[in-house]
């Protein structure tokens, strides 16, 4: 029996669409597994229900079937099921991480990273590996198709997490197909903003680089009461808002941990405004996925 703690992660970053990714402290999947004749798959936890147990249908069934590594899989569920924290990727990560040690695959990290974004593509349709990157390699990252680049980062932040349900497929289904120039270059400038602010540990940076003309703005309907939620999160002291990932989550960049609570309330206040639970978790950019035994 082997055990990974596998952090939530925030992929997209605004301006980083399918490119820039964060592990946060909390929450987290937990994975155990144990080696067995085929792959079965018990899953436990906040939202288990939405989480498929056929091991062809579940990300760290796939992790298993890739790595040719049968096991009982059970995942304790910290992370939401689509929250736009990396809920799937998460137990895909965890997975690759305790399957590899289990089996002694000898993967290395990066490796286990494209298998964990096999598993992935079974839930969005798309091998994107943005929060598979930083839930097995922590900190900051930066995937391309010619790699990986990590970077550790200090930032706290606050996630937030609406009592909605936003599918990833549908969230790629309203991104544009094509951008203008003028979006382009701002973008490429928020980007790099972004992360020269992750090099310098600066949260006016980060959090100006957050801004996105082109897919946030797409999808901030898909989140009821977005647009109030990035005005009182500013007005308390929020350097930057975003989509997590393909949301519903909510992303705050703050200027320091003490203001996070601040923060966290102006959101969780302006998304009951608009008639929708939500729960809060004030975090910060922390460490990949970790073995226990
Ligand atoms: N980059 C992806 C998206 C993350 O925004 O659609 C969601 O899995």
Not at 62 to 82: M, N, W
Not at 204 to 230: I, K, M, N
Request: some cysteine.
């Amino acid at each position: 029996m082997l055990t990974v703690r596998a952090p939530a992660t925030s992929a997209n970053l605004g301006s980083g669409f399918d490119v820039f990714g964060a592990a946060l402290t909390r929450p987290a999947d937990v994975v155990r597994v144990e080696r067995a004749p085929e792959t079965t798959i018990e899953v436990t936890g906040v939202g288990a229900q939405y989480v498929p147990t056929d091991p062809a249908e579940n990300t760290a069934g796939v992790v298993a079937r890739e790595l040719d590594a049968p096991a009982h899989i059970r995942i304790d569920k910290g992370v939401r099921p689509s929250s736009g924290l990396g809920s799937s990727a998460a137990s895909a990560a965890g997975a690759a991480v305790a399957l590899n040690e289990l089996y002694d695959c000898g993967l290395s990290d990066e490796e286990l990273v494209w298998l964990a974004a096999e598993g992935e593509a079974v839930v969005s349709g798309d091998a994107h590996a943005d929060n598979v990157a930083p839930s097995i390699l922590g900190g900051f990252t930066i995937v391309t198709d010619d790699g990986i680049t990590t970077m550790d980062a200090d930032l706290p932040v606050v996630v937030c997490l609406p009592e909605t349900v936003v599918s990833t497929r549908d969230a790629r289904g309203v991104v544009p197909r094509s951008v203008e120039m003028n979006e382009m270059v701002e973008t490429v400038g928020n980007a790099s903003t972004l992360v020269a602010g992750m090099c310098r540990d600066d949260p006016e940076l980060v959090g100006r680089g957050l801004t996105d003309p082109v897919v946030t703005p797409a999808r901030a309907d898909l989140v009821d009461g977005y647009e109030a939620v990035e005005e009182a999160a500013r007005e308390a002291g929020a350097t930057g808002v975003t989509i997590s990932g393909a949301g519903p989550g909510v992303l705050a960049v703050c200027r320091h941990r003490g203001q996070r609570r601040d923060v966290a309330s102006a959101i969780v206040g302006a998304f009951a405004e608009a008639g929708v639970d939500a729960q809060a978790y004030q975090t910060e950019i922390g460490d990949g996925a970790e073995i226990s035994r």
